[in-house]
């Protein structure tokens, strides 16, 4: 089955971050075309994807290989290789494409610093052209953001010809998951969906309310007025503490002792007992 679609590999390397994000007419593209790991770099394997490409370029790229040797090395040893679209990024922020001569049209690829955008039986150029200037246009955002603005430029631009259905967004930093314990920092998959980027940001708002920080000087003290309404407010609930409502909405990870509230946490607090 071919995965025609479009899809963005690249890193903010201040961050220390990789991340793939990808849409397409096909069920569940999640589980095909993006792989990344941290320190080490990204691929998206599409069009009529080889699967291999994904374990096979990351261990390339453990290997030190840059992106563009990583991408031959693929290219080269596959008999499918005129049908077969794939994009790296290495360590480095080094990045590569290659688009099969029997891809279906429009397909194709564009590359910069830090990035690898490429599509398959698109509308038009007009659809990777989207990716590339709308991540070039977000330096300095947030990494998930900026891949789920480029998913969403790029099918105002046209997109896959045949529609949509699926969307992912995968993003990688050592120790930057969950409890610090991982290294998968958000794995967004929207299987099937008739708009599915939409529900990725939607889906990616949640996931940053539950599993994102807030910087510590921006906590609110727990005083006075406020002290009184929390309170108030988890009476109504139900709880006697914080931490007891916190953990029952798995927001356990934003509350950090009884003198401050994360505002995204009162935020909550205040949705759930109006």
């Known amino acids: 089955m071919i995965v025609s679609t479009y899809s963005i590999v690249a890193c903010d390397l201040e961050a220390s971050q990789w991340g793939v994000a990808v849409q397409s007419k096909f069920l569940a593209v999640g589980s095909v075309v993006p792989w990344a790991e941290p320190a080490v770099g990204a691929v998206a394997t599409q069009a009529y994807a080889n699967p291999r490409f994904g374990p096979d370029g990351l261990a390339l ?124 920092v958000l794995d967004l998959r929207v299987d099937d969906h008739p708009r599915p980027i939409d529900e990725l940001r939607r889906i990616h708002t949640m996931h940053f309310r539950l599993f994102g920080s807030t910087p510590r000087e921006d906590w609110l003290p727990l005083e006075n007025d406020l002290r009184a309404e929390v309170d108030e407010r988890l009476a109504r609930l139900g709880y006697d503490s914080l931490d007891s409502w916190a953990g029952v909405e798995n927001l356990e990870e934003r509350v950090d002792g009884s003198d401050a509230i994360d505002p995204v946490v009162l935020v909550a607090l205040r949705e759930a007992s109006p």
């Not at 200037?133 to 953001?145: K, R, S």
């Not at 969403?152 to 969950?178: F, K, M, N, W």
């Open 61 to 184: 790229l453990r290997e030190g290989l840059g992106a563009e040797e990583v991408v031959r090395r693929l290219v080269d040893g596959d008999d499918g290789r005129n049908e077969r679209q794939v994009g790296v990024v290495d360590a480095h922020g080094n990045a590569a494409s290659y688009t099969g001569s029997e891809c279906i049209d429009w397909a194709g690829h564009r590359t910069g610093a830090c990035y690898a955008a490429q599509g398959n039986l698109l509308v038009g150029a007009e659809t990777v052209d989207a990716l590339a200037a709308t991540f070039e246009a977000t330096a300095g955002q947030n990494l998930a953001i900026r891949l789920v603005e480029c998913l969403a430029a790029a099918q105002l631009a046209g997109g896959d010809r045949r529609g949509q259905q699926s969307a992912s967004l995968l993003i990688v930093e050592r120790d930057g998951g969950y409890a610090q314990l991982s290294d998968v």
